[in-house]
């Protein structure tokens, strides 16, 4: 179509020649309209003088209509909003729309031309967020010339073509909204021209499923997501483009293929200029421009058989790479045309017997063979040097920094890598993957990168005389890696790891030296690895082997090895023999009578291992900075006597899986743990000191059966404890001798088992009272151990009066039942892992009354326990106030919950419980329920919280007659009841009737002035409703005895009057004889002058 003023000066649209075939069609560019042609052509449309060409759209019928759209309607004028006219118009049909702001969302459904008077004049704002400004789901539409904004809301767009064909979007300014153009399953040759797509939430132009299209000289500039985005399209030709300064990609392909890409520019980008990922295969880039963008220019991920021709890509972070993890990945026609910092990209697809030139901008080599790369210098790249699938070939005398790796070898083996510097790259600076074997790395330097060397999967490799320095974490990393020899390699100054075998066996590490880095060697999970004369000084932690299994700690470790100078005793199936005094580190593995004595060992990762190993005897050792002191793994029968475990990161003396052994008179201070027993059972721990540790001073955990005997802990943020298994409900995890001779801060651990009729003495540091019955716990201070009272499998006993602080948890009940926890206090259990003030595990039937938990993370904890009475207790100033897990029929009742951080009471996975006559204020949430059902809450205070009362995939609850006054008043997404049927009764404001709850945000009426509102109150978010909602009560004046505020006296207010009897309540008209009370007498009085025998 085009539009001519009356001069004849194109408006709109192009001109085709009839006579010529299409390749001589003439184009015409549209003039811009100023001022003066909208003048003109507003003249021209008021006379009805308008000269349409019917060019364009192929197709058109004769006799179409125009219609003309002002927001200010006047002569000449058909509508002033656009959808009424797309209403009234019909299929071919022209709708022109002058300068203006038409609030509304358009669908166009059916084939019509829009026409703006300009997108600087015409502006369509979404009249609903949430739905598309232009929505297009018709064949042969087309829009130019309009400004499209507002369509903010999650997947919106200005412009929306669904499942349409053969459309002509141009000239169109798509800014400001959640996408600005999208086509969904759009193919055949729609034509997006000349649009401007910016500063959207998400995507400038989006492409979803959406083929054979046409974009050409279109503007996505900063938008938040990407400039352009295709999607599982193909075929599509993206033409003269501007895609700069988003927040992601600039132009971004994601398993879409065969498209072309041709003179685009996406500059300035927050990630990436060009990128494709995830099966985009066959695709053209030709003379686009990627640069300055803030990561990579262009990047091809998992994508094949691409072609690169006279792309310009320069001054990014990362100009150019290929990744993925097949040979088709790599397998691109990609030629030296195209250029980062101005120098060729060479890219080698099955080559042999040739060698890079030295201009070289990127070296890609892939299933290749007999290459040589040398004396060139690659920098800012995804790779300097890529060889995938590649062998005998060579990299020497290489310069490779400043990319995110250096050199990669993908697949490659029998390569030489000799006299290369890979320093500074992002991740790394030499990186053997996806089994590259047999190659040969030699006085290579890989510094101050994140990764010095890594081999990932690749076998048979020697890694010798390299010198990896300085890394932020990871020097030389193998990992699953085996059969590698590691020859003379200087790994100093690293972070982290120096040299670290991850799951990697049968290697070879010989002479290396690893000084002043943070770990110097550590074998982890790691099998029948081989070192000799390997120097290791000066280390945060010089060595160290870990696994799990026998096979992980059996390694071929000989005393040529040092740490700070003095050998490493590595022994494996030995036995009948002493370590020498001059060890720098012992580890002993599968012996037996093996004699340690005599020694300090430190700055390892254990100081002194023994594993699989018995009938052995450690003495008069120090080990100290160290991360662990002395490990016992799978170890039993052995000895531990007069050692020192001081200044240790985690452990002083850890047994893991480690029984029947004795520690006597040991120190273990200033440690994380003093003395750690897991999963140990039968070990005696006598005259041991654990002092000053920063968690624990000594633990059980999950152990059973050890015996205790004058151990002293003091001054350990928790002195003493036991621990089962996961919330520890198994009984044989407590069963432990321990007496009164083990003190906590110079008190003694009462630790009790198979007691009855007893009471705790009163000097106690600690009570532990296990599988008892009728044990009394009182008047006692209790601090600083992992609980202050453990109950277990403990019955029909009490806890009063004491006083629970600054322990991991305050008192703790586990599977035990029928227990009284009265007038405790539970306060400053902090511990994130737990720190419960009192906390309930598998127990039932137990009454909690009276009690004050504070300041802890979880006031009172109830999990998997059930018909208890949880009644007149405090719980404020906690992270959680009550918190019920998986915990059904208890009853809460008369609790004051206030000012926790998060829930006042909480409900998980919990149900049949009853909530009655609780205050919860000042928490962020009053109530609240997830999962849980058939609970019920009656006469709460719920108030000033953020959220009163929250339930969330909760049903079947039933609430009424609470309080609540929040923020918030209410959530609810379930199917609850809150309100019972309506009848007479004092409810919780003071009113004379039962129903529902009361709502400070209720703004119905009381016609009636019943206190019951006349309208429902609706809870957000789901279709519960509380028909029956309280209001404040009358407050009129009435007669004596007119308790319901009916004008008369009746048997009803008789009931009434009884029922404030009942309750111990007051009102002054039913107090009849004024005596000063309410009893049965005013009632009766009151049923008498219901029937005329009295009167007031």
């Known amino acids: 179509m085009a539009i001519f003023d009356g001069g004849g000066r194109l408006l709109w649209g192009r001109v085709v020649c009839m006579g010529c075939s299409t390749s001589e069609s003439i184009s015409m560019t549209r003039r811009s309209p100023t001022t003066e042609t909208r003048i003109v052509l507003r003249t021209i449309l008021s006379a009805g003088v308008l000269a349409v060409l019917v060019l364009a759209c192929a197709g058109t019928a004769a006799g179409a209509t125009t219609w003309v759209v002002d927001d200010d309607g006047g002569a000449g004028v058909n509508y002033t909003t656009i959808q009424a006219a797309v209403n009234a118009a019909s299929a071919g049909d022209t709708i022109e729309v002058w300068s203006g702001t038409y609030e509304e969302n358009v669908d166009v459904n059916k084939r019509l031309t829009l026409v703006g008077e300009g997108a600087d004049v015409v502006t369509v704002q979404a009249a609903d967020a949430e739905d598309h400004v232009f929505e297009v789901p018709a064949d042969h539409v087309n829009i130019t010339g309009f400004a499209v904004r507002g369509a903010t809301s999650y997947s919106m767009a200005g412009i929306y073509l669904n499942d349409a064909d053969h459309c002509n979007i141009s000239e169109n300014n798509a800014s400001n909204n959640y996408r600005g153009i999208c086509l969904n399953s759009s193919c055949n040759h729609n034509a997006l021209t000349n649009n401007t797509a910016n500063s959207n939430t998400r995507n400038g132009i989006y492409l979803y499923y959406s083929s054979s299209n046409t974009l050409t000289n279109n503007t996505a500039d900063s938008n938040r997501g990407c400039g352009i985005y295709l999607y599982s399209s193909s075929n599509n030709m993206l033409t003269d483009n501007t895609a700069n300064s988003n927040t992601d990609y600039g132009i971004y392909l994601r398993s879409s293929s065969n498209n072309t890409l041709t003179n685009n520019t996406a500059n300035s980008n927050n990630y990436m200029g060009i990128g494709l990922s995830g099966s985009n295969n066959n695709n053209t880039l030709q003379g686009n421009n990627a640069s300055n963008n803030n990561r990579y220019g262009i990047w091809l991920s998992d994508s094949s058989n691409n072609t690169l021709q006279n792309n310009t890509i320069s001054e990014n972070i990362c100009n150019f790479g290929v990744c993925g993890y097949a040979l088709s990945h790599y397998t691109q026609n990609i030629d030296t045309s195209n250029t980062v910092d101005r120098r060729p990209i060479y890219y080698w697809v099955d080559q042999k017997d040739k060698q890079i030139p030295d201009d070289v901008g990127f070296v890609g080599v892939v299933n290749s063979t007999n290459i040589t790369v040398r004396d060139m210098v690659l920098t800012n790249n995804h790779q300097g040097v890529l060889f995938a699938?590649?062998?005998?070939?060579?990299?020497?005398?290489?310069?490779?920094?400043?990319?995110?790796?250096?050199?990669?070898?993908?697949?490659?083996?029998?390569?030489?890598?000799?006299?290369?510097?890979?320093?500074?790259?992002?991740?790394?600076?030499?990186?053997?993957?996806?089994s590259s074997s047999n190659n040969t790395l030699q006085n290579n330097t890989a510094n101050s990168n994140h990764c010095g060397i890594r081999l990932s999967d690749s076998s048979n490799n020697m890694l010798q005389s390299n010198t990896v320095n300085s890394n932020n974490d990871y020097a030389i990393w193998l990992s699953y890696s085996s059969f590698n020899t590691l020859q003379s390699n200087t790994v100093d100054s690293n972070n982290d790891y120096a040299i670290y075998l991850w799951y990697s066996s049968n290697n070879t590490l010989q002479n290396n030296t690893a000084n002043s880095n943070h770990y110097?060697?550590?074998?982890?999970?790691?099998?029948?690895?081989?070192?000799?004369?390997?120097?290791?000084?000066?280390?945060?932690?010089?060595?160290?082997?870990?696994?799990?299994?026998?096979?992980?700690?059996?390694?071929?470790?000989?005393?040529?090895?040092?740490?700070?100078?003095?050998?490493?005793?590595?022994?494996?199936d030995q036995k009948d023999k002493q370590i020498p005094d001059d060890a720098g580190f012992v580890g002993v593995v599968d012996s037996t009578n093996i004699t340690v004595r005599g020694m300090t060992l430190t700055n390892n990762i254990r100081g002194m291992l023994f594993a699989y190993t018995e009938n052995s005897r450690?003495?008069?050792?120090?080990?100290?900075?160290?991360?662990?002191?002395?490990?016992?793994?799978?170890?039993?029968?052995?000895m531990l006597q007069n050692n020192t475990a001081s200044n240790n990161y985690y452990d002083g003396?850890?047994?893991?899986?480690?029984?029947?052994?004795?520690?006597?008179?040991?120190?273990?201070?200033?440690?994380?743990?003093?003395?750690?027993?897991?999963?140990?059972?039968?070990?005696?721990?006598?005259?041991?000191?654990?002092?000053?540790?920063?968690?624990?001073?000594?633990?059980?955990?999950?152990?059973?059966?050890?015996?205790?005997?004058?151990?002293?802990?003091?001054?350990?943020?928790?002195?003493?404890?036991?621990?089962?298994?996961?919330?520890?409900?198994?009984?044989?995890?407590?069963?432990?001798?321990?007496?009164?001779?083990?003190?906590?801060?110079?008190k003694p651990i009462y630790y009790w088992v198979n007691r009855q009729d007893q009471e705790i003495p009163n000097d106690a540091g600690y009570v532990g009272v296990v599988n008892s019955t009728n044990i009394t716990v009182r008047d006692l201070t209790l601090t600083e151990n992992h609980e202050g009272v453990l109950f277990v499998y403990t019955n029909n006993s009490r806890i009063r009066n004491v006083s629970a602080s600054d322990n991991n948890c305050g008192i703790i009940l586990l599977e035990s039942s029928n227990n009284c926890l009265t007038n405790n206090i539970a306060s400053g259990h902090t511990a994130p892992d737990d720190g419960c003030g009192i906390r309930l595990s598998s127990s039932n039937n137990n009454s909690l009354t009276n009690n004050v938990a504070s300041d802890n993370n979880y006031g009172a904890h109830l999990w998997y326990s059930s018909n208890n009475n949880f009644m007149n207790n405090t719980v404020s100033s906690n992270n959680r106030g009550i918190c019920l897990k998986s915990s059904n029929n208890n009853n809460l009742a008369n609790n004051t919950v206030n000012s926790n951080n998060y829930d006042s009471i909480s409900l998980y996975s919990s149900s049949k419980n009853a909530l009655t006559s609780n205050t919860c204020s000042n928490n962020r949430d009053g109530i609240y329920m997830g999962s849980s059902g058939n609970n019920t809450l009656m006469s709460n205070n719920v108030s000033n919280n953020n959220r009163g009362i929250c339930l969330f995939h909760s049903n079947n609850n039933t609430i009424h007659n609470n309080y609540f006054n929040n923020t918030n008043n209410a959530r609810d997404n379930g199917n609850n009841i809150w309100n019972i049927t309506k009848q007479t009764g004092t409810n919780i404001i003071g009113g004379y009737h039962l129903g529902?709850?009361?709502?400070?945000?209720?703004?119905?009426?009381?016609?009636?002035?019943?206190?019951?509102?006349d309208d429902p109150y609706y809870i957000p978010y789901g279709s519960s409703v509380d028909r029956y909602p309280l209001m404040q009560p009358w407050s009129g004046t009435s007669q004596k005895g007119d308790l319901n505020h009916d004008n008369q006296i009746t048997s009803t207010d008789a009931v009434i009057a009884l029922q404030i009897a009942a309750s111990g309540g007051w009102n002054a008209n039913a107090d009849v004889n004024d005596d000063g009370k309410i009893t049965s007498l005013d009632a009766l009085m009151i049923a008498q002058a219901s029937v005329g025998v009295i009167t007031f």
């Open 389 to 434: 699938y590649t062998e005998n070939s060579r990299i020497e005398n290489v310069i490779a920094s400043d990319s995110n790796y250096g050199i990669w070898l993908l697949d490659s083996s029998n390569n030489t890598l000799q006299n290369n510097t890979a320093d500074s790259n992002y991740w790394g600076g030499i990186y053997l993957l996806h």
């Open 996 to 1013: 529902g709850n009361y709502w400070s945000d209720y703004t119905g009426t009381d016609s009636n002035r019943d206190g019951i509102g």
């Open 520 to 572: 110097g060697i550590y074998l982890w999970y790691s099998s029948n690895n081989t070192l000799t004369k390997n120097t290791i000084s000066g280390n945060t932690y010089n060595f160290g082997v870990d696994g799990n299994s026998l096979s992980h700690y059996t390694q071929s470790i000989d005393t040529s090895n040092t740490v700070d100078e003095k050998p490493i005793y590595y022994w494996v």
């Open 618 to 638: 450690i003495g008069n050792v120090s080990v100290s900075d160290n991360s662990d002191g002395i490990l016992l793994w799978y170890s039993g029968n052995n």
């Open 653 to 746: 003396i850890h047994m893991e899986e480690s029984s029947n052994n004795t520690l006597m008179n040991n120190n273990a201070s200033n440690n994380h743990y003093g003395i750690r027993l897991s999963d140990s059972s039968n070990n005696t721990l006598t005259n041991n000191t654990a002092n000053s540790n920063n968690y624990y001073g000594i633990i059980l955990h999950s152990s059973s059966k050890n015996v205790l005997i004058n151990n002293m802990m003091s001054g350990n943020t928790y002195n003493f404890g036991v621990w089962g298994r996961g919330w520890g409900c198994q009984l044989s995890d407590y069963i432990q001798e321990i007496g009164t001779s083990n003190t906590v801060d110079r």
